[in-house]
């Protein structure tokens, strides 16, 4: 039992029209609000969120296998535009249309982005969202081996999705841990938490690194999204103690998208969709539902969780609008 994730609730593969098929995991009521994840790198669909979030705001809550991680089927080559495809087919089969709001977090935030800016998704919550780290503006920001990567990508990127595809389960672990504040290690080191977030790293790679791979060339690499053409709501959160995601806690990237807004949350890193489940996720599904009542007070419940204290995540710090 753990503070921070439940088991799923639904566990299955869905075919698609080409003979592929697409793992997914599921929590929360059959006839909730449709709600897809787009999870962190190298995460299978049995990392969900928040112990019971779903469940109180009433929430499906559907993670999604990207080609090659978990049980999903490769597909080699694959774009953020093929993962678009991927959702619209998915979320017919499933029942989870017309159209569901989206969550995604860290690495999955780009094809996500992706999932709005085609108009497949009602409303879009980021949380730790990596960032176009390839943009030119980052270049001097970016730490020297970071900026590496990054150069290796835009130069070669096959050369690069070979080096990442010598990745595996444990490397991911031990990257993962040691980029992260305290603050983090609360969540990570978690007893139900560390099991679950294994669960979904060993699964994630049971098939090998090589849609991990994919998924990190395409998401380092510049995006070819059009961020100016999103039309839905988009709520972006990172924790203010965060130095992996992006070089500015998002400011950039909430300029780009029209309407957008961010909250910066103290006292966590990019542990945030774990330790702040709950006032995240009840953010989205009031931005959803036209009758939902005026915004609630989540001080309480951030306090209990002991992440955040004297600051309501409705006032941005730092950030804003545009």
């Given at each position: 039992?753990?503070?921070?994730?439940?088991?799923?609730?639904?566990?299955?593969?869905?075919?698609?029209?080409?003979?592929?098929?697409?793992?997914?995991?599921?929590?929360?009521?059959?006839?909730?609000?449709?709600?897809?994840?787009?999870?962190?790198?190298?995460?299978?669909?049995?990392?969900?969120?928040?112990?019971?979030?779903?469940?109180?705001?009433?929430?499906?809550?559907?993670?999604?296998?990207?080609?090659?991680?978990?049980?999903?089927?490769?597909?080699?080559?694959?774009?953020?535009?093929?993962?678009?495809?991927?959702?619209?087919?998915?979320?017919?089969?499933?029942?989870?249309?017309?159209?569901?709001?989206?969550?995604?977090?860290?690495?999955?935030?780009?094809?996500?982005?992706?999932?709005?800016?085609?108009?497949?998704?009602?409303?879009?919550?980021?949380?730790?969202?990596?960032?176009?780290?390839?943009?030119?503006?980052?270049?001097?920001?970016?730490?020297?081996?970071?900026?590496?990567?990054?150069?290796?990508?835009a130069e070669d990127p096959v050369g690069a999705e070979k080096v990442f595809a010598g990745f595996d389960a444990d490397a991911m672990r031990r990257m993962v841990l040691a980029g992260s504040p305290a603050c983090d290690l609360v969540v990570y080191e978690d007893p139900g938490f560390a099991a679950a977030y294994g669960r979904a790293l060993d699964e994630a790679f049971s098939q090998g690194a090589a849609g991990y791979a994919r998924d990190t060339v395409l998401a380092m690499g510049r995006w070819p999204i059009d961020l100016g053409a999103i039309t839905v709501p988009v709520e972006v959160w990172y924790g203010e103690e965060d130095v992996s995601h992006s070089p500015d806690l998002g400011r950039r990237l909430v300029s780009r998208i029209p309407g957008a807004r961010r909250t910066v949350v103290p006292g966590v890193g990019g542990a945030l969709l774990w330790a702040t489940a709950e006032p995240i996720l009840a953010s989205l599904a009031e931005t959803v539902r036209p009758d939902e009542p005026v915004e609630r007070d989540w001080r309480e419940e951030l306090d209990r969780r002991g992440t955040v204290r004297g600051r309501r995540p409705g006032a941005s710090q730092g950030g804003g609008r545009g």
């Open positions: 039992m753990s503070l921070y994730v439940d088991d799923p609730a639904r566990l299955g593969t869905t075919r698609l029209s080409d003979g592929r098929v697409l793992g997914w995991a599921e929590w929360g009521p059959e006839d909730g609000l449709p709600v897809l994840l787009s999870p962190g790198a190298a995460t299978s669909r049995w990392l969900g969120i928040g112990a019971g979030a779903v469940e109180n705001e009433g929430v499906r809550l559907v993670s999604v296998d990207r080609p090659g991680l978990g049980v999903s089927t490769p597909a080699p080559d694959r774009t953020f535009a093929d993962f678009v495809d991927d959702v619209r087919e998915l979320t017919a089969l499933r029942g989870l249309g017309p159209l569901p709001a989206m969550l995604g977090n860290s690495q999955g935030a780009p094809f996500a982005l992706a999932c709005a800016a085609a108009g497949v998704v009602s409303a879009l919550a980021l949380v730790s969202p990596a960032d176009e780290v390839a943009a030119p503006e980052f270049a001097a920001a970016l730490p020297d081996d970071l900026r590496g990567l990054v150069a290796r990508v």
